[in-house]
């Protein structure tokens, strides 16, 4: 089966559209794990997690960034020391 120049790129256009999604979803996936894993910290600590902090958490997209909220969540003293750190 004789395949064009044209069919090729096309097909090579798609393939690296379907990487790039997996690759995105990846990244979202683990962002909203973050996220939960916080949430679900500060409720067995806190007992209920304010809106506006949920609302702050779901902004955040640096994985980095999540990675040290969650290490605050656990050492925390209160939510106010946490609410702290999202205002920075």
Do not use: W
């Amino acid at each position: 089966m004789f395949i064009s120049t044209l069919e090729k790129k096309f097909i090579q256009g798609i393939q690296i559209g379907i990487k790039e999604g997996k690759k995105e979803g990846k990244k979202e996936g683990i962002k909203e794990g973050k996220t939960q894993a916080i949430f679900k910290i500060l409720n067995k600590r806190f007992k209920r997690v304010p809106s506006f902090i949920v609302r702050s958490l779901n902004s955040y997209t640096d994985s980095i960034a999540l990675d040290s909220l969650c290490e605050l969540a656990v050492d925390c003293e209160n939510l106010t020391e946490f609410k702290q750190a999202l205002a920075h």
